[in-house]
Nanobody
Framework: QVHLVESGGGLVQAGGSLRLSCAAS????????MGWFRQAPGKEREFVAR????????YYADSVKGRSSIFRDNAVNKVFLQMNSLKPEDTAVYYC????????????WGQGTQVTVSS
């Protein structure tokens, strides 16, 4: 079991930056692939970024590529999403999620943190 808690969301002007954090419980955090997803009002949840258990491999959605960076610190059981050059279309609830490498779906989800980008 992994319990995830996101933080770091807020209101920011377009062009600004935010760093989202996701704290995970448990002693096996380093076994999980971690991902960030987001859901805007009236839209389906979409993938944002993911990172391998060791942190050596990352992958981004085209919509955030070049503006965002996902990284993790396994020593403190946290994964981060640094978002720069924010746009109003980045406004959404951001969720972190975890999955074991043996599964296809992300099994564990946080409660989400709201990011609002004003124009």
């Amino acid at each position: 079991q992994v319990h995830l808690v996101e933080s770091g969301g807020g209101l920011v002007q377009a062009g600004g930056s935010l760093r989202l954090s996701c704290a995970a419980s448990g002693r096996t955090f380093s076994r999980y692939r971690m991902g960030w997803f987001r859901q805007a009002p009236g839209k389906e949840r979409e993938f944002v970024a993911r990172i391998s258990p060791s942190g050596s491999s990352t992958y981004y959605a085209d919509s955030v590529k070049g503006r965002s960076s996902i990284f993790r610190d396994n020593a403190v059981n946290k994964v981060f999403l640094q978002m720069n050059s924010l746009k109003p279309e980045d406004t959404a609830v951001y969720y972190c999620a975890a999955r074991e490498l043996t599964t296809v779906e992300y099994t564990f989800w946080g409660q989400g943190t709201q990011v609002t980008v004003s124009s």
